[in-house]
């Protein structure tokens, strides 16, 4: 099972949720509030993580900067409740597991966009 690093922007039951399935998920607001996008990625780098985030920000670094990751699954889910975001998250790493790592994913209401960056 896959291992994730929950960006700032990460609601607190999303979290609660995922690790009640099993995900073992380190919350950057409970470890390192405030800290720079970029050490975000040196964090999921060197605790071998896949960033979860609704920050179009680490889009940026990795295709424009060229940042390296461990992986990094982008969601885009505007007008969703909580809990429907949080299905959604969820099924994401039981449908696609380990392909996760070391890609940049996008995840929609509609769809799944998996890209493996190495």
């Given at each position: 099972m896959?291992?994730?690093l929950?960006?700032?922007?990460?609601?607190?039951?999303v979290i609660r949720l995922l690790r009640s399935e099993g995900y073992s998920v380190t919350s950057i607001q409970e470890t390192q509030g405030g800290v720079?996008?970029?050490r975000v990625l040196e964090t999921s780098v060197s605790s071998a993580t896949v960033?979860?985030?609704s920050d179009?920000?680490?889009g940026k670094l990795h295709f424009q900067q060229g940042h390296i990751h461990s992986g990094i699954l982008f969601y885009r889910l505007p007008r969703t409740t909580t809990e429907e975001k949080g299905q959604?998250?969820?099924?994401?790493?039981r449908d696609y597991?380990?392909?996760?790592?070391?890609a940049f994913t996008v995840v929609t209401v509609?769809?799944?966009r998996l890209r493996k960056v190495y």
């Open positions: 896959i291992q994730l929950a960006d700032e922007n990460v609601e607190g039951r720079a996008d970029a960033l979860l985030t179009s920000d680490f959604i998250i969820l099924r994401t790493p597991g380990d392909k996760l790592i070391d509609k769809k799944v």
